[in-house]
């Protein structure tokens, strides 16, 4: 049997995990990428800007203002336009473009359209082979002249070549930011297969293997191993302690089913008169029975001790609670001439399975007159003590000697003197599971021949008030 994950499944969660990281990691290199080609642009744009600006003030250096729109004459000394592909002067409506480079260079056509005030980097020109573009500078003189400059330059086209080469490496960048991401989620996942593989292999190891090696866990995982392996040390108990019941089960239930068995041989002898063959058809249904409620009570007593028992808590009315169970047992008193007097203080009420502690009280008053003296009484009281209530259940009977008062909680002990009376042994033993498992406690004083004193400490519902309606007493004996 394999305990491994799905592969495929492994595969997909983690590529799943990873497109979160993927993303971020792409978006972040794309983003930086974008930042980094404004900013070459704008070194690229100021380094044009500031060339055309100086070649310009070189130009216009000593040249006068005045003889600058004059087509006629040289404008200033020199011819040489400094490097520029243009330039223009612009005054009311009339303009003059000088330029030294070649018509096919310069679209002087569209030049003379341009507004005059028009500044701009990277003006694109109709230029059918696209090799490069204007920067354009414009400056008022004081004459009123406007004076355009512009340079050609290929800084521009640097750009574009530029901006191809980050888009690329943009697309191209969602590999290793995929390759990254998976390693992210890899790394961060380790643990966790490291966890699993434990897991696998105590459950490869079977039923004896016994913890996590929390020593391997690393700080990170050091917490969920400790829990982990509290919650396999608390399942190990549990199996341990239903694999203890089980076996006491099945010891407790060879002598009863050997019975039966030995009934059911004899019936079976021949020539067995028809009137015999009942008698042991009755006997054997009468140790079934008695079979069937052993095993009812052994069972809720081991879910009372392995903390399984499944109680359903509700406030439960004391005097109504004890005075259903003493009416229940109101005629089996009066056969053995016993006065039941039933006197808790009133207003009482306990958090507690409304079925399971009437059984208390049943299995509790039950001893009480099966052991109890014909003609004596039986006392049952309930009273606050501290954060408790103590409820009493005493008789003048025949009383428990010392040396059986410890055993008389064992499951399936019977008294020697108590043979005579009807009885299975698991009664107490139920009684203090059932106690117990609501939180309480129950202990016996006792005098041989005198009587005994069965007290039962339960934690007490701090506000007490109201009654509660009695309900059915059909279940009240036995679990
Ligand atoms: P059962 O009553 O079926 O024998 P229990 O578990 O109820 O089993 O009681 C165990 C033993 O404790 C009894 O057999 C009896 O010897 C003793 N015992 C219980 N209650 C009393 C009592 N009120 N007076 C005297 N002995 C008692």
């Given at each position: 049997?394999?305990?491994?994950?799905?592969?495929?499944?492994?595969?997909l969660?983690?590529?799943?995990?990873?497109?979160?990281?993927?993303?971020?990691?792409w978006?972040?290199i794309?983003?930086?990428?974008?930042?980094?080609?404004?900013?070459?642009?704008?070194?690229l744009?100021?380094y044009?800007?500031?060339?055309?600006e100086?070649r310009?003030?070189?130009?216009?250096?000593?040249?006068?203002?005045?003889?600058?729109m004059?087509?006629?004459?040289?404008?200033g000394g020199g011819?040489?336009?400094?490097?520029?592909a243009?330039i223009?002067f612009?005054?009311a409506?009339?303009q003059?473009?000088l330029?030294e480079s070649?018509?096919?260079?310069?679209?002087f056509?569209?030049?003379?359209?341009?507004?005059s005030?028009?500044?701009?980097v990277?003006?694109?020109?109709?230029?059918?082979?696209?090799?490069?573009t204007?920067?354009?500078?414009?400056?008022t003189?004081?004459s009123?002249?406007?004076?355009?400059?512009?340079k050609y330059?290929?800084?521009?086209?640097?750009?574009?070549?530029?901006?191809?080469?980050?888009r690329?490496?943009?697309?191209g960048g969602?590999?290793?930011?995929?390759?990254?991401?998976?390693?992210c989620?890899?790394?961060?996942?380790?643990?966790?297969?490291?966890?699993?593989a434990?897991?696998?292999?105590?459950?490869?190891?079977?039923?004896?293997?016994?913890?996590?090696?929390s020593?391997?866990?690393g700080?990170?995982?050091?917490?969920?191993?400790?829990?982990?392996?509290q919650?396999l040390q608390?399942?190990?108990?549990?199996?341990?302690?239903?694999?203890?019941?089980?076996?006491n089960?099945?010891?407790?239930?060879?002598?009863?089913?050997t019975?039966?068995?030995?009934?059911?041989?004899?019936?079976?002898q021949?020539?067995?008169k028809?009137?015999k063959?009942?008698?042991?058809?009755?006997d054997?249904?009468?140790?079934?029975?008695?079979?069937?409620?052993?095993l009812?009570?052994?069972?809720?007593?081991?879910?009372a001790?392995?903390?399984?028992?499944?109680l359903?808590?509700?406030?439960?009315d004391l005097?109504?609670?004890?005075?259903?169970?003493?009416?229940l047992?109101?005629?089996?008193?009066?056969?053995?001439?016993?006065?039941?007097?039933?006197?808790?203080?009133?207003?009482?009420s306990?958090?507690a399975?409304?079925?399971?502690?009437?059984?208390v009280?049943?299995?509790?008053?039950?001893?009480?007159?099966?052991?109890g003296?014909e003609?004596g009484?039986?006392?049952?009281?309930?009273?606050?003590?501290?954060?408790?209530?103590?409820?009493?259940?005493?008789?003048?009977?025949?009383?428990?000697?010392?040396?059986?008062?410890?055993?008389i909680?064992?499951?399936?002990?019977?008294?020697?003197r108590?043979?005579?009376?009807?009885?299975?042994?698991?009664?107490?033993?139920?009684?203090?599971a059932?106690v117990?498992?609501h939180g309480?406690?129950?202990?016996v004083a006792?005098?041989?021949?005198q009587?005994?004193?069965?007290?039962?400490?339960?934690p007490?519902i701090?506000?007490?008030?109201?009654t509660?309606?009695?309900r059915?007493?059909?279940?009240?004996?036995?679990?």
């Open positions: 049997m394999s305990f491994g994950p799905v592969k495929a499944d492994v595969s969660a983690r590529l799943r995990a990873a497109l979160r990281y993927f993303l971020v990691f978006l972040g794309a983003a930086f990428l974008l930042g980094l080609s404004f900013f070459i642009k704008d070194r744009r100021d044009d800007v500031r060339d055309v100086e310009l003030s070189v130009y216009l250096a000593g040249r006068p203002v005045s003889g600058l004059d087509k006629s004459g040289p404008r011819g040489s336009l400094q490097g520029l243009f223009r612009v005054k409506g009339e003059l473009l330029s070649s018509p096919e260079q310069v679209d056509h569209r030049l003379a359209g341009l507004d005030g028009a500044t701009g990277w003006i694109s020109m109709a230029d059918p082979e696209k090799t490069g204007w920067t354009i500078v414009t400056r003189l004081a009123g002249v406007s004076v355009q400059a512009g330059t290929g800084l521009s086209l640097l750009y574009g070549g530029v901006v191809r080469l980050l690329l490496a943009a697309l969602g590999l290793p930011a995929l390759a990254l991401a998976l390693a989620v890899r790394v961060g996942l380790a643990p966790i297969r490291r966890l699993s434990d897991i696998v292999a105590i459950l490869e190891e079977g039923r004896t293997a016994l913890l996590l090696p020593e391997a866990a700080p990170e995982l050091a917490d969920l191993y400790r829990r982990l392996n919650l608390h399942n190990r108990q549990l199996i341990d302690e239903m694999q203890a019941s089980l076996d089960v099945a010891h407790d239930l060879r002598t009863p089913m019975r039966l068995r030995a009934v059911a041989e004899y019936a079976l021949p020539d067995r028809p009137e063959l009942r008698d042991a058809l009755s054997c249904l009468e140790e079934s029975e008695r079979v069937l409620s052993m009812k009570i052994m069972m809720s007593v081991a879910e001790e392995s903390g399984t028992m499944h359903q808590k509700e406030r439960v005097t109504s609670s004890l005075a259903d169970v003493t009416a047992y109101e005629y089996v008193a009066e056969d053995k001439n016993i006065t039941v007097e039933n006197r808790p203080q009133p207003g009482l306990l958090q399975d409304r079925t399971r502690i009437a059984q009280w049943a299995n509790l008053l039950d001893n009480s007159i099966k052991y003296k003609g009484w039986v006392r049952i009281s309930a009273a606050v003590d501290g954060d408790s209530v103590v409820i009493v259940f005493a008789d003048n009977g025949m009383g428990i000697s010392k040396n059986e008062q410890h055993r909680w064992e499951r399936l002990y019977r008294g020697d108590s043979r005579s009376q009807p009885g299975l042994g698991l009664g107490l033993n139920y009684v203090r059932v117990e498992a309480g406690t129950v202990e006792s005098e041989l021949h009587g005994s004193r069965f007290s039962v400490r339960l007490r701090q506000r007490e008030s109201g509660e309606s009695a059915s007493r059909s279940q009240i004996k036995g679990a």
